[in-house]
């Protein structure tokens, strides 16, 4: 039996309603569209799909309808024509292609008028899993009925081969333009049927339980449903006669992360131990719906062709149980994998691999390669959604180190980059020196090797100091290059790239949700102090904050408006604006302001940092950064308060003391076991085991509280127009407009 009552609720869903109009439903649109205006706290836009010789008629109404309330609606009203006399189902499909929204409703001309209200939540605040949800449908084409018979609710929720108006299909089935490259939809049953294709229990939608049934599965426009139609319903079926393990996980699982859009994956790995230390990431793979083809080509022994863990079993095949005519040893998988997970390695089975995808079906697979010693560290990765698998190598991350006089530092900080786990990622490293730099400094940056990705040296001939080496030290090359800036004083922890990745991929190139432009970083350093309070430095402690306000989960992220120099990834919208920022400041004679832009805060008394001008562009803009909070200050970066540009030297134990209150403890590599799994990181202690959503992040503003988003934003638009003069909105990412230049 399918059971979706303890599947947690898509909260705060958005749904697209579309809505197809025929000659006779024209008569009644204004009555359509009021019902559905019943719901706009969820149903964000209306799509009324009209032939052309209805549009004249069809913009009356929405003219009356709108008139009719008096006041603005939440609700977008739009009108497309239809290419035909009637509108087809994949005219109505394709709305999905295009919709901004978590669900689309897809209905029949009569919009809602006809589901019964009692029955409109089901469809209207849909539990959260990754599959259409309807009312009506046909059956599965394996099950014990014959394909094409109409399938009406039962007690339990069933499975259907495709699903036919009224039904909610989630967004995130056409979020990754790679996996429908060729399609067209042309009918419900092709919907289904490409639905069923990317899910491993082979099923086009759920038919949701209800208490009333409808009066028929089958509407007079859909022909092809009228000809597949036996005449036999299946009220005498067993409830419980469709069993699917998967389909049962996806569901149980609903709540860490099942939202992911189904793709199959391919795991090659060399032998048995590389499969069991990332068998976390595999095992969450299964959990969340996708399928999985794991091929270990060095392995030979087929007395045992799987391994179980603690949450799953993985089946895999062997050089020895698989051939081909291309590769020794290699399995035929006739369907292209979305994702394929392979190792660095260099030998033959791999190299062939490589070469044999770039002419086959696979070609527009994303190719992760994963040194085997980092696979044992990979259990962040498997709260990646589908979008962020498929995103892998998109982002590119440059590290960014501004050096002086301090070879002691600048070595320290060489060793822990060396150190750290990139998981295959090729990253350039600059190192920015100022015209000051002693002899040991050249020489020991004469004599890094990185082994990486490129190394460039910059050496300034005049001084420029450290507001000039930082803003100078990195610039993006696109709107996929990110910056890791940091000071030679700075140590990283062997996870910082982890962090990285994992929270770029979420919030950059995951549900379109979870992104925002206000975002324009990820410190890699924990907050223990607040320093812009007018009085000094202030003890901080996020998690005890959000413990005893009972704001949010004591181990969540969270979002600050303060910038982090002790180790942080800038994003290139934002570096870009603060570019122009930070020159027009120094620069226009015009802004030679009289006032602080941003009110009691110590950052304005900081004329020669850089800080002060970010913090200014932030205060205006409402950005905030991404902040880690895991246990006891258990960092990502840590800063050792060497004496510089603005730390001053002091008597040792003043200076201990001092820097006690910000050297934090950095979150080393697990211990390895003899077990054989993937151990621990703890990465990963996080609410619900993964990145929270955008919306679930608490905001702090500069001097530490907790406040909204909205209320940020509206300070930086109020103070604006009392220091620049104008009152009109700044263009994005555009510092003279925000400037007022």
């Excluded at 863990?309 to 369907?335: E, Q």
């Amino acid at each position: 039996m399918l059971e979706l009552g303890s599947v947690k609720t898509a909260s705060n869903s958005s749904i697209t309603a579309a809505v197809p109009i025929t000659e006779k439903s024209a008569r009644t649109l204004e009555l359509t569209i009021a019902d559905l205006l019943e719901y706009q706290s969820v149903i964000r836009e209306v799509v009324i799909l009209c032939p052309e010789l209805l549009l004249s008629t069809a913009r009356s109404s929405i003219h009356h309808i709108v008139a009719s309330y008096g006041r603005p609606l939440s609700t977008l009203l739009t009108l497309l024509p239809c290419a035909h006399a009637t509108c087809s189902p994949d005219e109505l499909i394709e709305t999905a292609f295009y919709a901004s929204t978590d669900w689309t409703l897809f209905l029949d001309d009569s919009g809602l008028r006809r589901v019964h209200k009692a029955v409109r939540p089901l469809l209207l605040n849909p539990p959260a899993v990754t599959f259409p949800l309807g009312l009506d449908g046909f059956a599965l084409p394996n099950s014990e009925a014959r394909r094409g018979v109409c399938l009406t609710p039962f007690a339990s929720h069933r499975p259907a081969g495709f699903l036919v108006p009224p039904f909610v299909l989630p967004s995130c089935t056409f979020s990754d333009a790679h996996s429908f490259p060729d399609l067209t939809p042309d009918s419900w049953s092709a919907l289904g049927r490409w639905v069923s294709e990317k899910r491993p229990d082979t099923i086009g939608g759920v038919i949701i339980s209800r208490d009333s049934v409808a009066d028929d599965c089958f509407k007079s426009n859909y022909s092809e449903a009228q000809n597949a139609r036996t005449g036999r319903r299946l009220s005498t079926l067993p409830i419980d006669d469709y069993h699917s393990p998967i389909f049962g996980a996806e569901l149980s699982f609903a709540n860490a992360g099942a939202q992911n859009v189904q793709g199959r994956f391919g795991i090659f790995f060399p032998t048995l131990d590389d499969l069991a230390a990332f068998s976390q990431v595999a095992c969450r793979l299964v959990i969340g719906g996708h399928r999985l083809n794991v091929f270990l080509y060095t392995e030979t022994d087929q007395d045992q062709s799987f391994i179980s863990t603690d949450t799953c079993t993985l089946r895999y095949l062997s050089s020895s149980s698989a051939t081909s005519a291309s590769l020794p040893g290699f399995p035929i998988y006739p369907d292209p994998f979305d994702v394929l997970i392979t190792v660095t390695a260099e030998d033959i089975f791999t190299v062939s691999l490589l070469l044999a995808i770039k002419d086959s079906a696979h070609a527009a697979c994303t190719v992760i390669r994963l040194p085997g010693e980092d696979l044992i560290y990979s259990d962040w990765m498997g709260t990646l959604s589908f979008q962020e698998w498929k995103s892998w190598n998109v982002p590119r991350i440059d590290i960014s180190i501004i050096t002086n006089n301090r070879p002691n530092s600048l070595s320290r900080l060489a060793r822990s980059l060396e150190n750290a786990r990139y998981f295959g990622d090729t990253l350039d490293l600059r190192l920015n020196m100022e015209d000051s730099a002693d002899l040991a400094t050249k020489q020991l940056v004469g004599s890094l090797k990185w082994r990486h990705g490129a190394t460039f040296v910059h050496h300034r001939i005049t001084h420029g100091g450290l507001l000039t080496a930082v803003v100078e030290s990195w610039y993006p090359r696109s709107n996929d290059s990110y910056g890791v800036v940091l000071e030679d004083d700075v140590e990283v922890s062997p996870l910082f790239y982890a962090w990285v990745k994992l929270a770029l991929l979420h919030y950059r190139y995951g549900n379109k949700k979870d992104k925002s432009p206000l975002l324009f970083g990820i410190s890699l350093y924990q907050q223990k102090n607040l320093e812009l309070h007018i009085e000094g430095r202030r003890s901080f402690n996020a998690r005890w904050l959000f413990d005893t306000t009972d704001m949010a989960p004591p181990n969540t992220p969270y979002l600050s408006q303060i910038p982090c120099s002790w180790g942080a990834v800038y994003f290139p919208e934002h570096w870009r604006e603060f570019h122009t920022y930070v020159a027009c400041r120094l620069t226009d004679p015009s802004l030679s302001l009289k006032e602080n832009i941003v009110p009691n805060v110590r950052s304005s008394r900081w004329q020669h940092s850089w800080k002060k001008y970010f913090i200014e562009m932030i205060f205006l803009r409402g950005y905030t950064m991404l902040y880690p909070n895991y246990a006891n200050f258990s960092s990502l970066s840590t800063n050792h308060l060497e004496p510089g540009a603005h730390v001053k030297r002091l008597p040792r134990d003043v200076f201990e003391k001092k820097r006690a209150q910000f050297d934090l403890p950095l979150m080393p590599l697990p211990d390895i076991d003899a077990s054989g799994y993937a151990l621990e990181t703890g990465l990963l202690d996080l609410p619900e085991s993964g990145m929270p959503g955008w919306d679930a992040l608490p905001v702090l503003d500069l001097h530490g509280s907790i406040v909204s988003e909205e209320l940020i934003v509206d300070r930086g638009q109020t103070r604006r127009p009392e220091v620049f003069g104008c009152t009109d909105l700044p263009t994005q990412y555009d510092a003279l407009s925000l400037l007022c230049l």
